[in-house]
């Protein structure tokens, strides 16, 4: 069981994180909860039987906490990074902070210091339609060759941001490092080159197309995947059809884990002492070079 301390909630909280946490009560066991509204956390404390802090040093300083779930940054803004670096214990970060904007993630590369353990929340990775296709990968596709993503975004939206979860989900498909070839406000073309284990090429193609109706700033999303053996489609996070020789179905994994879940399991884990692999601040990094590449 890990024992963790929440700081700060946002206003998805009961329609996101909370019910995420609610499936890893076996898992997770929250001791403290702070937020800027005071409110908020009692109530968010009441339903896991947690304490609420007034302050959030003491929250993490707690002998009895082993780790920091940051659900919100309202409270602090650009001081988020400093906080994290002066605490020496693990964090999972949600996707809507300030930490995980690409104007932010730049004041990494400019720190000669050792961070703790600071995992960003890249669930798309953990998705059910995602997890089937590695699983596709492994025993019947082969290794992705193209990868073609569309996804839709607000008018006037911040594209660099809304590329970064999609570049880190193609690099985690193919497992090379990437190089940009063509870059417009649209599109972006990335060339993983072979490596020793990846004699060919793979090339993966990320298009936002802005759209008046689209509220997120990455909603469900298509893509085409091309593999060795087989080709993939996937729509939105459950719904997955393939293609292999004269074999073609269609899968919708209705009732699996979603991937923030996922993620927060494979985050417990890791800190607990498992060697399982999780996505890190450089992966968040090296996606944020890439966005910004012209």
């Known amino acids: 069981m890990l024992d963790v301390a929440i700081i700060g909630l946002d206003s998805a909280w009961e329609t996101t994180h909370q019910p995420a946490l609610q499936k890893l009560r076996d898992r997770m066991r929250i001791r403290v909860v702070w937020d800027a509204v005071a409110t908020r956390a009692e109530q968010a404390a009441s339903e896991f039987k947690a304490t609420p802090c007034e302050g959030i040093l003491r929250a993490v300083s707690l002998p009895s906490v082993q780790a920091v779930l940051v659900l919100g940054d309202a409270w602090c803004r650009d001081a988020l990074l400093s906080f994290l670096m002066q605490n020496d214990k693990p964090s999972f970060v949600a996707d809507d902070t300030t930490l995980l904007r690409a104007s932010a993630i730049t004041d990494f590369t400019d720190k000669d210091v050792r961070t703790p353990m600071i995992v960003p929340e890249l669930s798309l990775r953990y998705t059910p339609a995602t997890s089937r296709l590695r699983e596709l990968m492994a025993t019947r596709l082969g290794a992705a060759r193209e990868i073609d993503v569309q996804v839709e975004c607000p008018p006037h939206n ?27 406000d649209e599109t972006l073309l990335l060339e993983f080159p072979p490596s020793r284990s990846q004699t060919e090429t793979a090339l993966a193609r990320i298009t936002l197309v802005e759209t008046p109706t689209a509220t997120q700033n990455v909603s469900p999303f298509t893509a085409t995947i091309q593999c060795e053996r087989g080709t993939a489609k996937l729509r939105g996070t459950q719904e997955i059809t393939w293609t292999h020789a004269e074999d073609q179905r269609t899968e919708v994994l209705e009732g699996e884990r979603d991937g923030r879940v996922v993620l927060l399991d494979l985050f417990c884990r890791r800190v607990l002492g498992g ?20």
């Open 275 to 294: 060697l399982v692999p999780i996505p890190t601040i450089d992966d968040l990094i090296t996606s944020a070079r890439l966005a910004n590449e012209t």
């Open 158 to 184: 911040d594209l660099i941001q809304s590329r970064l979860p999609l570049i880190d989900w193609c690099r985690y498909l193919v497992g090379k490092q990437a190089t940009v070839q063509q870059s417009t």
